[in-house]
């Protein structure tokens, strides 16, 4: 399927396919994912874009390119936290983990899988509340914490045999990683029960063992001395790791190596060993895989104290405690690199929200401007019947403009500003002030009755002509016009009718001798003035009748 007519539905079946199911094939799913990508960039839909993303970091992980891995991740996580994808957010922080996991940071994929298994809800697929839990026991386990790993691995096998039939295989992968993590604990008997709980739920259902779990496997047998069974079991691992019968990441078949070169050690086949330790060895150094090549390092010792070539097993071990340390420094490198790509991540994203912001705010007074008026208008009328708008107009602003000075205007419009928004926040914490242009400002009263808006908008002119305004214009007065409706009054309940009808309100305002505050005006002009006064409810400064 190419992508390039579907719609929504489509794209996101095509990626739950991938995000859900184990992926076989690397190139297909790469070819899969950037046509979606394509196609939901076309439609503008940006949650099956980010979804995509989350896709590509899980191929660039398998690519061995573990850096670009967690930026991904960390891009796709930052989306959906601000958006509030929980979905999203959850198999982010899973990913994450995993891929710290290789990278040899445990308490960053601690906390990551942590977060994850926290996220899970309702929303959450069956194989996303599995593999969560598999990844936070498999962190707890290296963590140390073997008993509290155990408790999650039941809860992932539980909920594992009860995926339909197409899905049974991760039930095999759940009890894999258990029965790894419990023979590296240790705990050799358990890893036995584990596996074999494995390998019969695979043989009731016909399924086939992917290299991952014929490697644990092995590691059991070579811990009980069945070294040549081993060797057997992991030349099938290998074989079916290049047929690319596996969701492989980039350590494993290092780790399928170094597992077999164990396994000839015991055989005391030690030039078999040393070619599958060399070629273990080329992996992790093409690959970035320290934490792997530390362990090379020690078998390589272990190989050469086998070949009674003590002087060379001191060598390595040295080499092995030096790229110890390496790892360990290249570990808090790790950290700071991927805090720092957060940081400049979280600072790109602020710096847009700043310019946005700047260019919804009016440059000389501070308050909103047009634009956020528009922006924001729409939706506040369609949640909220009971919403007011006032227009409001300083009186002879021109003539203040002219006999003082454009400068003194501009003073006038601060101070106005100022009060128009103090005032309104004081009456109407919710609503918000902005400037319309030139000298007209838009007040938004949410959830306010008219009677009580205009009883509000009153006490707001009356602190325009209240200021002492002898310092800004040497005596000149200043006072401010005011009309306001209420949106369910007007046809239809729409940000054009009710700032026409707001407009309207206040040009019977300054016709009626400004000053005042005027609601209820009929669409139709009077033929005469004084009816102005008496067509709706207009509240009269205190010069009214000398303005009359």
Not at 56 to 63: G, Q, W
Not at 180 to 195: Q, S, T
Not at 239 to 249: I, L, Q
């Amino acid at each position: 399927m190419t992508f390039g007519g579907a719609d929504a539905q489509e794209l996101s079946a095509a990626l739950l396919e991938l995000e859900d199911h184990r992926i076989l094939d690397a190139d297909a799913a790469s070819v899969t994912t950037t046509r979606v990508e394509r196609r939901a960039a076309a439609l503008g839909d940006e949650r099956l874009l980010m979804r995509a993303r989350y896709v590509r970091a899980l191929l660039i992980r398998r690519s061995g390119d573990i850096a670009g891995s967690i930026r991904q991740c960390d891009e796709v996580l930052n989306w959906a936290t601000e958006h509030r994808d929980r979905r999203l957010q959850a198999r982010a922080h899973t990913a994450l983990s995993a891929t710290m996991d290789i990278s040899g940071d445990i308490a960053g994929a601690l906390e990551h899988a942590l977060s994850a298994v926290e996220l899970l809800d309702e929303t959450a697929t069956p194989y996303m509340h599995v593999a969560a839990r598999c990844q936070l026991a498999g962190t707890l386990s290296q963590s140390g914490d073997m008993a509290a790993a155990r408790v999650r691995y039941q809860q992932a096998e539980e909920m594992a045999r009860k995926l339909q039939e197409r899905d049974w295989d991760q039930l095999l992968l759940a009890l894999n990683n258990w029965a790894c993590d419990e023979y590296d604990a240790g705990e050799l008997l358990r890893a036995g029960e584990v596996a074999d709980r494995m390998q019969k739920h695979a043989s009731k259902h016909g399924l086939e063992l992917n290299p991952q779990m014929l490697d644990t496997i092995a590691g059991i047998q070579i811990a009980n001395g069945e070294y040549a069974e081993a060797e057997q079991v992991l030349l099938v691992c290998i074989s079916r790791h290049e047929a690319g019968k596996t969701d492989t990441d980039a350590d494993f078949l290092a780790n399928y190596l170094l597992t077999l070169a164990r396994a000839q050690r015991g055989l005391d086949a030690t030039g078999r060993a040393q070619q599958s330790l060399d070629a273990a060895r080329r992996l992790c150094t093409d690959r970035g895989l320290l934490g792997v090549l530390v362990q090379v390092h020690q078998e390589q010792a272990e190989l050469h104290a086998a070949c009674g070539d003590y002087a060379r097993a001191f060598a390595a071990q040295k080499v092995c405690l030096a790229a110890r340390e390496d790892q360990l420094a290249r570990q808090e490198q790790e950290k700071a690199l991927t805090r720092h790509a957060k940081f400049e991540t979280t600072e790109a994203r602020d710096e847009a929200d700043r310019f946005r912001e700047q260019a919804r705010r009016d440059p000389l007074t501070g308050l909103h401007n047009r634009r956020y008026a528009d922006e924001e208008l729409p939706a506040l009328i369609a949640a909220d019947p009971d919403l007011c708008l006032a227009i409001v107009d300083i009186d002879h602003f021109k003539r203040i403009n002219d006999q003082l000075s454009h400068e003194t205007g501009d003073q006038v419009l601060i101070q106005v500003a100022k009060i128009l928004d103090t005032e309104l926040a004081a009456a109407s914490p919710g609503g918000f002030t902005a400037r319309l242009g030139g000298e007209e400002f838009l007040l938004v009263l949410p959830n306010t009755l008219i009677t009580t808006a205009v009883r509000q908008l009153d006490e707001v002119r009356q602190a325009v002509a209240g200021h002492d305004w002898r310092g800004t214009t040497s005596g000149l007065p200043v006072t401010v016009s005011i009309g306001v409706t209420a949106v369910r009054e007007t046809t239809p309940h729409d940000q054009t009718s009710a700032l026409a009808t707001a407009d309207r309100n206040l040009y019977a305002a300054k016709h009626a001798g400004r000053n005042r505050v005027v609601t209820g005006t009929p669409p139709e002009p009077r033929p005469r003035a004084y009816r102005d006064r008496e067509a709706g409810l207009i509240t009269p400064g205190p010069t009214d009748k000398q303005r009359a």
